[in-house]
């Protein structure tokens, strides 16, 4: 996977960076995100908690957490606990205000942390979830090594990410408003211009469909799967621990 970060011309790392970009995005990013993904990414997170709560999970870790999207969502699944950690302050105390207004306090712990590497013990949770997140990792393999190392036996990965449209003529339509359009609007909402830049480069670097599930297997997990969503725009992958 190539390395993509934000600004090319930054000395910092890419966690840094990362971090700092969603820092000064954060007030205007759910407004952004619905506005981008004209509310799509609501439903592709649905299927997610769908596919948890067959499973029963009691505690839940939902790694790259941001304004607690997927967080509030997977209370639906029936789990005791869910903790959502991130690297951004700025996107945790968004969350934390959307978690306090639905009266979730009890359910829901958010704490900054980096997933790569990550407070707690070995076999600590049922269920780890990422949504939009594992491409952020500065190092893929070390970030997905953690997360199987704080699931239980059995436990299970459900990763949501971008992947990349192949077929005629929706990866041209996908890729003129990715590049071009989706910038602009950021750039103009956000008053961010790296940050709407940075996302469409980092999904094209990214290892999406087999490329990722072979990451998966690399890492430990078993009994790996991926699903494309709408058209390819993204793709939900699940994973076992032994």
Do not use: C
Not at 21 to 31: G, R
Not at 40 to 55: A, G, H, N, P
Not at 56 to 69: E, H, K, M, R, Y
């Amino acid at each position: 996977m190539a390395k993509v970060v934000p600004d090319a011309k930054s000395q910092d790392s890419k966690k840094k960076q990362v971090s700092d970009m969603f820092d000064d995005i954060s007030p205007k990013y759910d407004l952004l995100n619905r506005v981008l993904s004209m509310g799509i990414d609501i439903s592709w997170r649905k299927k997610v908690v769908k596919l948890l709560k067959k499973q029963n999970p009691q505690s839940i870790l939902d790694v790259a957490t941001g304004t607690a999207d997927l967080a509030i969502a997977l209370t639906k699944t029936g789990a005791n606990l869910i903790t959502g950690v991130d690297i951004s302050a700025g996107m945790l105390e968004v969350g934390r205000k959307k978690v306090q207004a639905l009266s979730l306090d009890q359910k829901i712990l958010l704490q900054k942390a980096d997933a790569e590497n990550l407070p707690f013990q070995d076999k600590t949770f049922d269920a780890v979830t990422v949504a939009f997140g594992v491409r952020n990792f500065e190092n893929l393999e070390k970030g997905l090594s953690e997360l199987h190392r704080v699931l239980k036996p059995h436990g299970t990965l459900v990763v949501l990410e971008f992947s990349q449209p192949t077929k005629f003529p929706f990866s041209q339509i996908y890729q003129f408003y990715f590049k071009n359009v989706l910038p602009l609007i950021g750039k103009m909402v956000s008053k961010n211009a790296s940050a709407y830049t940075y996302l469409p480069a980092s999904v094209s670097a990214f290892p999406f469909g087999k490329d990722f599930e072979t990451i998966l297997l690399q890492t430990g997990f078993i009994e790996t799967q991926w699903k494309e969503l709408t058209f390819g725009i993204a793709t939900i992958y699940e994973g076992r621990k032994k």
